[in-house]
């Protein structure tokens, strides 16, 4: 995926009160819930497990 594509799943994901986090070790992907900043994608089984695929399709995104 290209950065274009991350770029615009921030958005949404800010949209929807959301944050998206990446990785800076592995590259995978976090939701989280902007008010509690709980986990709301990709903290299981471990943090970050998201790929950018899962994010958008739980933002539900089309590319």
Do not use: H
Request: charged share 25%.
């Amino acid at each position: 995926m290209t950065k274009t594509v991350e770029n615009r799943l921030r958005r949404e994901a800010s949209r929807q009160g959301m944050r998206l986090q990446k990785s800076r070790t592995t590259g995978g992907y976090m939701l989280v819930d902007g008010q509690t900043n709980g986990a709301v994608l990709g903290a299981w089984p471990s943090a970050f497990s998201a790929s950018i695929e899962d994010v958008e399709g739980y933002l539900g995104e089309e590319t």
